[in-house]
């Protein structure tokens, strides 16, 4: 069946220095990806998704490319701020499905 | 922006009594998923539900689970009987549409624990 892996379970970072995340998926078909952001006792919010042109989605300084030769969604950020503390989820789903796959969730936590 | 809310936010039961997990989603939106994680694993999809009826459902959704959204009123997860293994956060979430075009917006969570 489809699945997400995330191999980082808790990434730390000290604040201004590059962030990324790693995402890798499996699936049947063609699927589309998005990084969620969950803050604590909040609800996961949509950070970002693919687009079918390969076009590069960006939102709050974070992007992420779609590699399809690698089955990749990278989660990345030049400059790590201490709001970026969260929990980040990448997720897959099909284009006919309303199921969402999700990965573990990586843990980010800057220091300052 | 849109938020969907989730009542209550934390729910203690007796194994084998009956739940009811209640979801406000977004006004306009016509899809709703329900989404199970259990501690320290990741969020599973259980069901997902438009215009009444249920269009996908995972092998986590057992026969004990129902799910309605009567007269645009809360969507709803009903468990009866629960078992241990029903311990867990329950997310709702809505859409305006599905596939992924859509954006799924989710509740902060119901935690469910079964003693």
């Known amino acids: 069946g489809d699945s997400v892996t995330q191999t980082e379970g808790l990434v730390t970072l000290t604040e201004g220095l590059p962030v990324m995340l790693n995402c890798t998926y499996q699936s049947t078909y063609s699927p589309f990806l998005f990084w969620y952001v969950q803050h604590l006792n909040e609800a996961p919010k949509l950070l970002l998704k693919s687009f079918t042109d390969n076009k590069r989605p960006e939102h709050q300084g974070f992007h992420a490319t779609l590699h399809k030769s690698s089955s990749s969604f990278h989660l990345q950020k030049s400059s790590a701020q201490l709001s970026d503390s969260a929990l980040y989820y990448c997720?897959?789903?099909?284009?006919?499905?309303?199921?969402?796959?999700f990965g573990h969730g990586t843990i980010l936590r800057v220091h300052p | 922006g849109p938020k969907v809310l989730q009542i209550p936010s934390h729910q203690i039961i007796d194994m084998g009594q009956m739940v009811t997990l209640n979801c406000d989603p977004v006004s306009n939106h016509l899809y709703f998923y329900w989404y199970k994680q259990i501690l320290g694993q990741q969020m599973e999809f259980l069901v997902n539900?438009?215009?009444?009826?249920?269009?996908?459902k995972s092998k986590l959704f057992k026969d004990q689970f129902s799910v309605e959204r009567p007269d645009g009123s809360y969507f709803t997860l009903k468990i009866q009987p629960t078992a241990l293994e029903d311990s867990a956060v329950y997310f709702c979430a809505s859409s305006p549409g599905t596939g992924g075009f859509a954006e799924q917006f989710f509740g902060p969570g119901t935690r469910l624990t079964v003693l």
């Open positions: 997720a897959s789903t099909g284009a006919n499905t309303g199921k969402l796959t």
């Open positions: 539900f438009y215009n009444g009826k249920v269009m996908e």
